[in-house]
């Protein structure tokens, strides 16, 4: 910063101290424009032209050097041709125009009239429309250097309307299903019927295996045959009758739960009657009996 140190009496002494202020602000004047000038040039190699114009609006002034303000003018008339641009056009879903709607793009709002062109740096951009009562709109736009206008068309869907909230149900004064009562609906019964089932071919299985096995021992080794051989044709054996025993009560389990179901829809005096169903495990098997009236 320069310094005036003039010594004049009198008058002369204002006028003097005018031209040293003059001086000042000439100083601060084409650092501004020096600054606004670099950067311009800085901002335009990253492809942020928006913010290169602003520059070249200042380094352009009459007040700047003439070098600064003759490169500015060109650059700035260049930038502004490049600059790309955009229009909403925002729709409903039967095809009216919607107007009262916000915009952010790149998540900072979009400030003015959406009905006018709005001015972005070349690239990807994000924007993200909101209206009332309809569902906010997103879209990724790509925008190249010198593209002017480019319709952009969005359209607006209702918003979906909220579940309307349901009372809470009393379970005590509901009535319960009948297929709900007593054992009819339950699966236990088919459960235990396919467990019945397994079991009734499991014994077929290891009987059939071990009758042939024994078979074949008789014509081979026998009488010379060793004990594990023998143990192994007993162990199917017991197989067998342990799947029997399985079966059977299962299967009979299942036929009880299924008739108590049906039992259940009937009069009180009919249940009293209804006829028991005898089960009884055996070494061999299992034994289930059923009694009533004829």
């Not at 006028?15 to 950067?39: N, P, W």
């Not at 007040?63 to 490049?82: A, M, N």
């Not at 359209?155 to 319960?176: D, L, N």
């Not at 074949?216 to 162990?235: A, F, H, M, R, Y």
Request: hydrophobic share 40%.
């Amino acid at each position: 910063m320069k310094r005036c140190r003039l010594y004049f009496p009198g008058a002369m002494l204002t006028s003097l101290s005018l031209f040293c202020g003059s001086a000042l602000a000439e100083d601060d004047a084409a650092k501004v424009c020096s600054t606004a000038y670099e950067g311009a040039q800085e901002a335009r190699k990253q492809a942020q032209l928006v913010s290169a114009r602003d520059r070249l609006l200042v380094c352009s002034q009459d007040r700047c050097p003439k070098f600064i303000r003759q490169d500015c003018s060109t650059w700035l008339e260049e930038v502004t041709r490049s600059i790309p641009s955009f229009v909403i056009v925002a729709k409903d879903a039967s095809g009216t125009d919607v107007m009262d709607f916000k915009a952010t793009i790149d998540g900072k709002p979009i400030e003015g009239s959406l009905s006018l062109a709005i001015e972005v740096d070349p690239g990807k951009h994000r924007l993200v429309l909101t209206a009332a009562g309809l569902e906010p709109v997103e879209r990724e736009v790509v925008l190249r250097e010198g593209e002017h206008r480019r319709m952009i068309e969005v359209t607006f869907e209702a918003a979906a309307a909220a579940p309307t909230p349901t009372a809470p149900r009393e379970s005590a004064s509901e009535p319960i299903p009948e297929d709900q009562a007593g054992g009819g609906g339950s699966v236990l019964p088919y459960v235990l019927g396919g467990v019945g089932v397994l079991g009734v071919a499991g014994f077929v299985y290891f009987g059939l295996s071990g009758k042939a096995q024994r078979s074949d021992l008789e014509s081979s080794c026998k009488p010379n045959c060793t004990q594990s051989q023998i143990d192994e044709v007993d162990q199917k054996f017991l197989f067998a009758d342990v799947s029997l025993g399985i079966g059977v009560v299962s299967l009979g389990v299942a036929a009880y739960l299924l008739m108590s179901g049906a039992d259940s829809a009937a009069p009180p005096g009919d249940q009293a009657r209804r006829a028991p169903l005898d089960l009884v495990a055996l070494p061999g098997g299992a034994f289930a009996g059923y009694s009533g009236r004829f």
